[in-house]
């Protein structure tokens, strides 16, 4: 049998637990050198160091957006879902979709290694947006096409996998975990349709000299495309762990699959044809249809407020059926010493004013105020630097113990604790004093200047401070996770469970239309060309004549 049987429990495939490794120590290779520039960054920006002649800013700034919210996470998203979608979805990959996974790492991490050498090499400090007209090596785009196309087949494989237990599966409800993997890499494969027409048609061309001017606009409406989903790609996984994963470590039961899987839908509708909000401050775009995208965005907030309302019940359910009483009674069972669970609610916490905060981006006269300025590079912190950044180091404790067959030490579990909270202490300072400033009109991605003592701008400096603090004790922290995930590997030999959730027994049957696949992508595909067609229509004519590339680093 390809899974040994352990009570209820299997063992997990050796061979998946290769793929899942690979993916997941790229991740946390790609975490530290992002790590690195990120130190570097906040101690020059707090006016405290000087880059020795050679390393630019701007460089950093590159190495760090494009490491950690690229390559980071995207490595961790994949190999936590083959995981989940081995476990789940018949004990074992398909030998199709294991070769798949490889062929996407092996695509992805070539891609991504062109990307990163043009980056050291000083010929792509376009940040990780790589805004037009800003001209990088062709390289460096050509690089990045290859880590899109890795992903498509590594999600790919996903399909496909939960296609054959469907057909396998007749009549049944898919695993939770399966569901919101699908979704999770539907959501990814539509979204950089984009991000691949904006590279493929218009960058590289333009990169080779075939072009000569870039039509600027459209690019970055084609980034946002991309752009914003992807911040969406990154949530998903941490709801799948807030979801499935979470219930089952507190001792509890699935509030709602249902409800679960209705958000997963509503984040796939809403959150592709939400772009222009981020390009609200933008010109060349009309007014009615930044309006409408705003819409759009306030009703991708829906489905958040459906998991917050979810999780409270999930935890009050579990409190309640311990036999605690009162309004806050279930918050003294919840397992605070356990870090598979703490680091993760750390995340939920902060997730709170993290999601506000997005609120108030996305309010058009409000985004007047804060676009540009660190305030944005604060909200980033907390929602995809905290919220889903903890939750995946909550992941790791348990996920390599499984994929190793090895078990968490409480020694290590406390270290993880401390970890959690001297993240969640950085991350105060640095994400709070760039809420802070930005409200000052500090902006965003510029290298330490006092603007000539503007008094301004002096104003600013003891926030700055204030970040490098923070972006230092963040960074102790980061080693400390460093140092618990290699740890991870010495652990005593054993059996660690995959921790999945069950529905309540009192639960309602699960809809099927919410698997009607076809019907989803079809309003997916309505929703989209509705809130963008028109708009793209606009930026492509005479008015919009192109621009031609510059260097500026
Ligand atoms: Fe955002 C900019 C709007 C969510 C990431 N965002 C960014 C950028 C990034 C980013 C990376 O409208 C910068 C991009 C760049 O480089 O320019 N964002 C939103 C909105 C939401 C939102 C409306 N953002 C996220 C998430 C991200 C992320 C999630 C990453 C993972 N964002 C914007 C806008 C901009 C923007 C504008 C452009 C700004 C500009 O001008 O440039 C919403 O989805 C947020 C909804 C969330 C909630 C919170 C629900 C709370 C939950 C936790 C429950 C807690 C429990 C525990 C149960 C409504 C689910 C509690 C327990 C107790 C005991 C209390």
Redesign the pocket.
């Known amino acids: 049998m390809a899974m040994t049987e352990l009570g209820n429990e299997r063992r997990f495939d050796a061979q998946d637990g290769k793929l899942v490794l690979a993916y997941i120590l790229f991740a946390y290779f790609a975490l530290t050198l992002g790590g690195v520039a990120g130190l570097l960054q906040s101690v020059v920006r707090g006016g405290m160091y000087t880059l020795p002649g050679g390393i630019g800013y701007y460089q950093l700034l590159t190495a760090h957006g494009v490491l950690m919210?690229i390559v980071f996470t995207t490595y961790f998203i994949i190999g936590f879902l083959y995981s989940g979608v081995s476990h789940q979805m018949g004990g074992k990959l398909l030998p199709t979709v294991r070769g798949m996974g490889w062929c996407g790492f092996a695509l992805m991490t070539g891609g991504g290694l062109l990307v990163l050498a043009m980056i050291l090499l000083n010929r792509a400090s376009v940040l990780y947006?790589f805004y037009a007209p800003m001209k990088a090596d062709p390289v460096f785009y050509i690089g990045l096409a290859f880590v899109v196309i890795g992903s498509w087949i590594s999600g790919a494989g996903i399909f496909y996998q939960y296609r054959y237990w469907r057909h396998t599966h007749r009549g049944r409800v898919s695993p939770l975990f399966g569901f919101m993997a699908v979704v999770t890499m539907l959501l990814w494969q539509i979204a950089t349709i984009g991000v691949a027409i904006e590279v493929v048609v218009q960058l590289i061309p333009w990169s080779l000299g075939w072009t000569e001017t870039i039509n600027v606009v459209l690019s970055r409406t084609l980034f946002w495309y991309f752009?914003h989903p992807l911040?969406?790609f990154?949530?998903l996984p941490t709801y799948i762990c807030w979801y499935v994963i979470i219930p089952k470590l507190i001792g509890g039961k699935l509030f709602s699959d249902a409800l679960a899987r209705l958000s997963f839908m509503l984040l796939l509708l809403f959150s592709i044809p939400v772009g222009f909000?981020?390009q609200?401050?933008e010109p060349g775009i009309s007014p009615l249809w930044k309006y409408i995208q705003v819409v759009l965005?306030f009703m991708?907030?829906v489905p958040?407020?459906m998991?917050?309302f979810s999780?409270?019940a999930t935890?009050e359910r579990a409190g309640r059926a311990k036999g605690t009483t009162g309004l806050f009674g279930w918050?003294k069972v919840l397992p605070w010493r356990d870090v598979r669970f703490f680091a993760p609610?750390m995340g939920?916490?902060v997730?709170?004013p993290?999601?506000?905060g997005?609120?108030i981006?996305?309010s058009n006269q409000m985004?007047a105020v804060?676009?540009?300025t660190l305030w944005?590079t604060g909200?980033?912190h907390l929602?995809?630097a905290t919220?889903?950044a903890l939750t995946f180091f909550g992941i790791t404790y348990w996920l390599l113990p499984v994929v190793t067959g090895r078990v968490l030490t409480p020694a290590i579990n406390r270290l993880g604790i401390v970890q959690t909270l001297l993240w969640c202490v950085g991350m105060l300072f640095m994400s709070g004093s760039m809420h802070i400033v930005g409200l000052f009109g500090s902006p965003r991605r510029t290298a330490y200047t006092t603007y000539q003592d503007h008094p301004d701008a002096v104003m600013w400096m003891p926030y700055h401070v204030a970040m490098a603090i923070g972006g230092i004790i963040l960074f102790a922290a980061l080693l400390m996770m460093i140092y618990n995930v290699v740890a991870l590997f010495r652990l005593p030999q054993g059996e660690t469970e995959y921790p999945i959730a069950e529905a309540e027994e009192s639960e309602q049957t699960t809809p099927r239309f919410l698997e009607r696949w076809g019907m989803w992508i079809a309003i997916s595909v309505i929703l989209i060309l509705f809130a963008y067609t028109i708009p793209i229509m606009d930026m492509i004519g005479p008015m919009h004549p192109g621009a031609p590339g510059v260097r500026t680093w």
């Open positions: 919210a947006t752009g911040v969406y990154w949530l909000h981020h609200l401050m965005t991708v907030v958040s407020l998991t917050a999780l409270f935890f918050l609610f939920m916490l997730f709170i993290a999601g506000a997005g609120i981006n996305a985004n804060v676009h540009n944005v909200h980033f929602t995809v919220s889903v």
